[in-house]
């Protein structure tokens, strides 16, 4: 079974600048939410999608938008690029929305903005 | 507004000896709790979780509390090994929604 994966790794943007961040959700697995993860932070919630319909947002602006396609593979969009988006960028899917269905994270997309 | 806090950032544990991380919530609403470990280059994993209407749940060497009344819960490692080096993260959920809300993270560091 595979498990959650994300690409790329590491990514370095200008301020102003768009980025799509990709995110593989585990087998079987029809949700999939996105966090922020600040430096010596904990992650933030930034979206949930469930059955490519956004399902839950966080406290973020509208320039991040995400997409859920119908391999229930994912995409987190940011555009105009500020330098307080670089974190780390954390998918999670589970086999269902309800609060009892675990969450299974990958691995980050580690994104700098200068 | 930090809805869960973790007020210890670092924590030292002598191998063998048992490990207590601490995790204190504001919002009365929340009535589901996890833990994750997240080693650096990895995703967080999930560890251990708690309903609201239990008071402890474990699973091997990794025991949860709940304290309601207190809004505080705990995380104990028995006995605690080097392998158990990493950053934990407690969470918290309110039923029905998947949005989890974490903490800031605790460096556990286990000493030989």
């Known amino acids: 079974e595979t498990g959650v994966t994300q690409s790329p790794t590491h990514l370095i943007k200008t301020r102003g600048q768009q980025v799509t961040l990709r995110c593989s959700s585990q087998?079987?697995?029809?949700?999939v939410s996105w966090y922020q993860q600040a430096l010596g932070q904990g992650p933030q919630f930034i979206f949930q999608?469930?059955?490519?319909?956004?399902?839950g947002r966080g406290n973020f602006p509208p320039r991040f938008s995400g997409l859920q396609f119908p391999n229930y593979s994912s995409e987190l969009n940011v555009n105009a690029l500020e330098l307080d988006d670089s974190a780390l960028y954390l998918c999670?899917?589970?086999?269902?929305?309800?609060?009892?269905?675990?969450?299974?994270f990958g691995p980050g997309t580690r994104l700098t903005v200068l | 507004d930090q809805q869960v806090k973790q007020n210890s950032p670092s924590l030292s544990v002598q191998e063998g000896r048992i490990s207590i991380l601490n995790c204190d919530y504001t919002?009365?609403?929340?009535?589901?709790f996890l833990w994750y470990k997240k080693y650096p280059a990895e995703g967080p994993t999930f560890l251990i979780s708690?309903?609201?209407?239990?008071d402890k749940n474990e699973d091997g060497r990794f025991t949860v509390f709940l304290n309601k009344s207190a809004k505080h819960l705990s995380l104990h490692i028995v006995p605690s090994q080097p392998g158990d080096s990493a950053v934990y993260f407690c969470?918290?959920?309110?039923?029905?929604?998947?949005?989890?809300?974490f903490g800031q993270g605790t460096r556990l560091t286990i000493n030989p």
């Open positions: 999670a899917s589970s086999l269902g929305q309800t609060s009892t269905d675990t969450q299974y």
């Open positions: 087998s079987g697995h029809n949700t």
């Open positions: 999608y469930y059955r490519e319909e956004e399902n």
């Open positions: 919002n009365s609403m929340f009535d589901y």
């Open positions: 708690i309903s609201s209407i239990k």
């Open positions: 969470a918290a959920q309110i039923q029905g929604a998947q949005k989890l809300v």
